[in-house]
């Protein structure tokens, strides 16, 4: 999966948080996050908070979707409320290969 590929997959399953997500889809789009943040920065706090809140509910949903391809559960993002601890272990399943079997979240999505 390309760049423009993941992101229009990621926006159509806006809040699709069913399903599997590989790992290029989820890192293509975190990239998208990244190079929107920074565009929308320079263009002022609103603008940035607009565009943050605009890409909230698809990045939750990406990234539950990424969670059910390594057959973990999408709710082991509230990891993340742990300080410093939760994002590094959530990193740490993020890059894991996705199940080459199909799971409980459904097929291995090509």
Request: with cysteine; net charge neutral.
């Given at each position: 999966?390309?760049?423009?590929?993941?992101?229009?997959?990621?926006?159509?399953?806006?809040?699709?948080?069913?399903?599997?997500?590989?790992?290029?889809?989820?890192?293509?789009?975190?990239?998208?996050?990244?190079?929107?943040?920074?565009?929308?920065?320079?263009?002022?706090?609103?603008?940035?908070?607009?565009?943050?809140?605009?890409?909230?509910?698809?990045?939750?949903?990406?990234?539950?979707?990424?969670?059910?391809?390594?057959?973990?559960?999408?709710?082991?993002?509230?990891?993340?409320?742990?300080?410093?601890?939760?994002?590094?272990?959530?990193?740490?399943?993020?890059?894991?290969?996705?199940?080459?079997?199909?799971?409980?979240?459904?097929?291995v999505t090509a």
């Amino acid at each position: 999966m390309n760049f423009m590929q993941a992101v229009q997959v990621c926006l159509s399953k806006y809040v699709d948080f069913s399903g599997r997500a590989r790992r290029s889809e989820f890192w293509w789009f975190s990239l998208f996050q990244f190079i929107v943040a920074i565009v929308a920065s320079f263009l002022g706090d609103i603008v940035a908070s607009i565009a943050g809140l605009a890409l909230l509910l698809p990045a939750l949903a990406v990234g539950a979707r990424r969670l059910h391809d390594i057959g973990k559960s999408g709710w082991l993002q509230l990891i993340v409320l742990i300080p410093l601890l939760g994002i590094l272990v959530l990193i740490y399943f993020w890059v894991q290969p996705g199940a080459t079997e199909s799971n409980a979240h459904g097929e291995v999505t090509a």
